[in-house]
């Protein structure tokens, strides 16, 4: 038996018992106020407890995307004649639930499993351990009712017949969806509307840019109108406007009691966007908060950048010891000129520290800003390196 | 010079052994000899058995003519496919876009793939030889490799021709594989070219393999370099024509698909 | 395969023939392929000597060739093709399953090669002056009909085979000429060496195909054509047994090493 995290004050239990009949893989999940812990007892003595996991629930009564330690790993074998195998650990745990109509987003670098996480939630994937309930429905046990309630967009030109026009795309889609004609009728040019390609349903998917094709992504996730919705970078390749026009059908998405879970690299449009984020390295959430909370949780809320001499840069430093604990000084000496950045609550004694060295010799040039979600996301993503 | 030539050579290699890999790195060694043997081998059963059904009585004469066309085939399908399947994976501009010159670029593909033809046309006699019982005794060994090295290369020229057709088309792959189709008419693979029509006879002797699976023939019914020459220096005629004609092709449909932009098109 | 309605049939057959079919490289397998077939059965014919060639295997036997082709390289495009332009992870992703799309994918490859099959009636009828005279013409139609329900069984298999892993691309390329011989496309079983025989006798095509070979050839032998149908539909369902078997074991297998949007 093993225990898993506990570092919440709302802590429930979660059983996890392995279902004798079923595939070695498949798990079930109970979820129990920890006042009932004579359950657990119980269960051990039968011996249906493979480990017991405490997470934290919040006060979600009846959450719309429910992740109970999703784990993923991937075998693959390389070599043509010297089979090697080989394991990859795509995604490690990973917890958390949506509410209806929050908006979720998941940030990493590459590589760090958001999109297999969004697989295993879409269904395309088995999780190697645990599970997931979209709207209450179980996504390994339940898939086919859980698909007709889940839409979801990955980004790249692929995934489209590109011979096929967009209308016949979504046609085609849309009897996959098994959407009645007439509704299917009405929705399609509304939808091309939506996402800004009114005009071009009749062109051949071949002759789109790849923008083009982001949005005609978007509009076949949409059809069904699903009521959670997975979006794998939905705003790749968009031009400046076209992302904003996108993300304000993301809003009005939301305005329409619909759950989304994003996943994207710019920080603006998660900040923008979203509720709450979770930010996953490495297979693992690493922190998950709102974004206003997030922010306050990395020291300060302002960033002073300074462009500075290299051979003063001792002195300015010696000079920043006056802050008090919670302000971060950091030297880059990769930039050219060398860059002092400073986190701090206390701009104003940032700026009057430094103000006898304002002149060339020490200070080239100096920017102060509030703290924006990029640099929490750097911060904490360079101190997982460290 | 020389740092030029090795530089060249080196690229050439390069490109060969990049585009062989790329092609098998999927299959398994299973895989690896199913494809190459299998398809040709039971094509020619499959002859064999209709041969035998309509009373042709010498299944030899398709088991030949069926291995002599491996080395032609991959001499063919070599150049195409590594166009081909460029542009399927969508690397075609990538490849093109380089400053890597062209010729190398696809020729050195090919050089695998004709080697390759070779060596498993070579493997097929052997493994024929031990099948059908074929009798390699009275065989020049010298002429029968000369007169299979010679098919791979005469027929490459059609892989030039065709496989610039991919270029600007993603049929490219189609339109050769029925043209190789035809072959199995037109070059007497399964039966004499006299018993095709008059008219048609007329185009086999403009193709190339046509003579050069008629040498290998004799070769095989131990006819010395005399008795072939004349139909070797022949195939080899005519092979060159046409991968002269199949360059220049080549040449001028890469001009033609940079302004058309239908390298990626799948 | 429950969930089949009218629209999805129609959406999907004509998806299938203009992304699939309506090609030069599909209608060279259907049409140009079976011609150079049945041209060198009959030049065949003719350097042994025969003054008339056999048009039902030559020429008829080139049509069912096609079809058989048509529909081993359609699948196997249609799946590989799908899993390269990440349409498998979508139509898997969706509520409709797999297996259903995959059925009616092959029932449209299916009506194609029927279409390949006619032409080269038409050929043997036409420019070959074949005629039906003679021939037991309600034998020949029943063969026919169960030849479409064993090759459609044929190809749901291999569709489904072929969404096991991407490595079953390549063998089932290499399928295509053995079961030709093995069902006897272009000469009949008689030609084969008993031990091959034997094998054939598990192709449920091979039955439904000889009989009809038979039936134009004149059998009227109804006891004889009705072993070989019942053998070839028996076998048929046996076939949809072990394809349901498959699907399921695909469904769970893709969805753990994520082998749907791999290419
Ligand atoms: N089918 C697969 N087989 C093997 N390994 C895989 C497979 N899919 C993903 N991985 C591995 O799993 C890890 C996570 O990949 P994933 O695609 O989830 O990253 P990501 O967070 O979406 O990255 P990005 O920001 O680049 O989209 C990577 O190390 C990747 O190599
Ligand atoms: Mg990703």
């Given amino acids: 038996m093993k225990s898993l995290h506990t570092d919440s004050s709302h802590v429930f239990l979660f059983f996890i018992k392995r279902k004798e009949s079923a595939v070695k893989l498949r798990l079930s999940v109970l979820c129990v106020p920890i006042s009932n812990t004579q359950i657990l007892s119980t269960y051990d003595r039968l011996g249906h407890l493979d480990f017991v996991a405490l997470g934290r629930r919040g006060e979600m009564e ?47 670098p590459n590589g760090a499993g958001k999109t297999t996480t969004v697989k295993m939630l879409t269904t395309l994937l088995l999780p190697t351990r645990g599970t997931a309930k979209i709207l209450g429905l179980d996504v390994i046990e339940q898939t086919a009712e859980v698909r007709k309630h889940i839409g979801f967009a990955f980004s790249g030109s692929r995934g489209l017949y ?48 790849s923008g083009m094709v982001q949005r005609l992504h978007l509009a076949r996730a949409l059809l069904h109108e699903p009521e959670v919705l997975f979006l794998d970078e939905p705003t790749v ?16 998405l939301i305005s329409l009691k619909k759950t989304i879970l994003l996943t994207t690299h710019y920080m603006a449009e998660a900040e923008e966007l979203c509720n709450r984020i979770a930010i996953v390295n490495h297979g693992k959430i690493v922190v998950m908060d709102t ?6 949780r990395v020291s300060g809320d302002s960033v002073i950048e300074a462009e500075v001499q290299s051979a003063k840069a001792p002195i300015l430093l010696d000079t920043l010891r006056g802050l008090d604990g919670r302000s971060m000084v950091k030297l880059d000496h990769s930039a050219e000129p060398e860059k002092l950045c400073i986190r701090t609550a206390e701009p104003e004694k940032v700026l009057e520290l430094l103000s006898p060295f304002l002149n060339p010799d020490y200070i080239l040039g100096m920017e102060v800003r509030h703290q924006t979600l990029e640099d929490v996301y750097i911060t904490i993503i360079q101190g997982e390196k460290e | 010079m020389i740092r030029r030539l090795v530089r060249t050579v080196r690229l050439y290699l390069a490109q060969a052994w990049l585009s062989y890999h790329g092609r098998f790195s999927i299959t398994n060694p299973f895989g690896y000899i199913t494809s190459k043997l299998g398809f040709p081998f039971f094509l020619m059963i499959f002859f064999i058995f209709m041969g035998k059904f309509v009373g042709f009585s010498d299944p030899l004469y398709i088991v030949i003519g069926n291995l002599l066309l491996i080395p032609a085939n991959n001499g063919m399908a070599g150049i195409s496919l590594a166009i081909g399947e460029e542009r399927g994976w969508g690397t075609l501009s990538y490849v093109l876009g380089s400053p890597a010159p062209r010729a190398p670029v696809f020729i050195g593909r090919a050089i695998f793939y004709i080697l390759d033809g070779f060596v498993t046309a070579l493997l097929g006699f052997g493994i024929a030889a031990i099948i059908f019982r074929m009798n390699l005794g009275q065989v020049d060994f010298y002429l029968l490799t000369l007169c299979t090295f010679l098919l791979a290369i005469t027929a490459s020229g059609i892989g030039f021709l065709f496989g610039s057709i991919s270029l600007i088309t993603r049929d490219g792959w189609t339109i050769l594989n029925t ?3 035809a072959l199995y008419i037109l070059v007497g693979v399964n039966f004499p070219v006299d018993a095709l029509p008059g008219a048609l006879q007329k185009v086999a002797y403009c193709l190339p393999l046509t003579r050069g699976v008629m040498a290998a023939r004799l070769v095989l019914d131990g006819a010395g370099w005399s008795a072939i020459a004349s139909l070797i220096g022949g195939e080899a005629l005519v092979g060159s024509l046409y991968i002269a004609a199949g360059y220049a092709f080549f040449l001028w449909i890469e001009k033609r698909s940079m302004q058309s932009g239908t390298l990626d098109a799948v | 395969m429950k969930c089949i309605r009218w629209g999805l049939v129609k959406q999907q057959m004509s998806v ?11 209608l060279s397998l259907f049409i140009l392929q079976p011609a150079v077939f049945s041209a060198v059965g009959m030049l065949l014919s003719h350097a042994a000597g025969n003054d008339v060639p056999d048009l039902v ?21 249609d799946i590989t093709g799908d899993r390269r332009n990440g349409m498998l992870e979508l139509i898997t992703g969706s509520p409709t399953s797999l297996a259903s799309v995959e059925a009616i994918r092959t029932f449209t490859n299916v009506l194609c090669g029927f279409f390949a099959v006619l032409i080269a009636f038409s050929a043997a009828m036409f420019i070959f002056d074949y005629s039906l005279n003679g021939a037991n013409l309600w ?7 169960i030849l479409l329900f064993a090759m459609w069984c044929s190809g749901v298999f291999l569709a489904n085979f072929l969404a096991w892993s991407r490595i079953s691309g390549t063998f089932v390329e290499y399928l295509e000429m053995p079961v030709a011989i093995f069902c006897g496309f272009m000469f009949p079983i008689r030609v084969l060496p008993d031990w091959m025989q034997t094998i054939s006798g598990i192709f449920p095509i091979r039955w439904a195909l000889e009989a009809m070979n038979e039936s134009l050839l004149g059998m009227r032998d109804v006891r004889y054509l009705a072993e070989h149908w019942l053998l070839a539909i028996g076998l048929c369902l046996l076939l949809l047994v072990a394809t349901n078997w498959l699907q399921n074991k695909v469904q769970d297998k893709i969805r753990v090493n994520g082998e749907l949007s791999s290419i």
């Fill in chain 2, 179 to 181: 043209f190789i189709q």
């Fill in chain 1, 162 to 209: 590109n011979r096929l026009t967009a209308i016949q795309n979504l046609n085609y889609f849309a009897e996959l969806y098994a959407l009645e004609p007439k509704v299917t009728k009405k929705r399609i040019p509304e939808l091309l509307e939506l996402v800004g390609l009114n005009g071009r349903g009749d062109d051949r998917v071949e002759t789109y840019s």
């Fill in chain 1, 62 to 108: 009846n959450p719309a995307i429910q992740a109970c330690s999703l784990n993923k790993v991937f075998k693959t074998k390389i070599g043509l004649w010297k089979i090697k195998s080989k394991s990859t650990t795509a995604v490690e745990d990973i917890s958390f639930e949506v509410e209806r109509g929050e908006l979720f987003g998941l940030l990493g």
């Fill in chain 3, 139 to 145: 034998g020949a139609g029943i063969s026919l009909l």
């Fill in chain 3, 57 to 77: 295997y030559s020429v008829i036997g080139g049509g069912i060739m096609g079809m058989w082709s048509g529909i081993v390289f359609t699948s196997t495009y």
């Fill in chain 3, 16 to 26: 299938q023939l203009l992304v699939r079919t309506l090609n030069f490289f599909s």
């Fill in chain 1, 237 to 252: 390749g968009i031009d400046p406007v076209g992302s904003r026009e996108l993300r304000q059908t993301i809003k009005n």
């Fill in chain 1, 291 to 296: 974004p206003a909370s997030l922010k306050k």
